[in-house]
Nanobody
Framework: QVQLVESGGGLVQAGGSLRLSCAAS????????LGWFRQTPGKEREFVSG???????FYADSVKGRFSISRDNVKKTVWLQMNSLTPDDTAVYYC???????????????????????WGQGTQVTVSG
């Protein structure tokens, strides 16, 4: 069974940067797309970014131009580089792995939580203003 372990969260001032990492166990990492979601208390978990098997990247409008997702299939790791952080980015961030999927994905597929079969435990990101 796959395990996803996030790291890199913390407290940062507005305008600062953080880099989240998500390391996966198990096999066939390259057969899956990956995504980052975030959640704040009392709100639904929301899509932040996704990367398909081809390396195609997708972003929510709220983070486009500030966040960057990348993956390394050999290291079985996905990263989320977050720049120009604002207090609105404060949340618990989760990485997730889709079921085995086609080489190319759509943002509709990556943004849907039902597309994912495994989730990490989450890492807290707090941006002070």
């Amino acid at each position: 069974q796959v395990q996803l372990v996030e790291s890199g969260g913390g407290l940062v001032q507005a305008g600062g940067s953080l880099r989240l990492s998500c390391a996966a166990s198990g096999r066939a990492f390259s057969d899956h797309a990956l995504g980052w979601f975030r959640q704040t208390p009392g709100k639904e978990r929301e899509f932040v970014s996704g990367i398909d098997r081809s390396g195609g990247t997708f972003y929510a409008d709220s983070v486009k131009g500030r966040f960057s997702i990348s993956r390394d299939n050999v290291k079985k790791t996905v990263w989320l580089q977050m720049n120009s952080l604002t207090p609105d980015d404060t949340a618990v961030y989760y990485c997730a792995r889709t079921r085995r999927t086609a080489y190319y994905a759509t943002i509709e597929y990556l943004a849907a939580q039902s597309s994912y079969e495994a989730w990490g435990q989450g890492t807290q990101v707090t941006v002070s203003g």
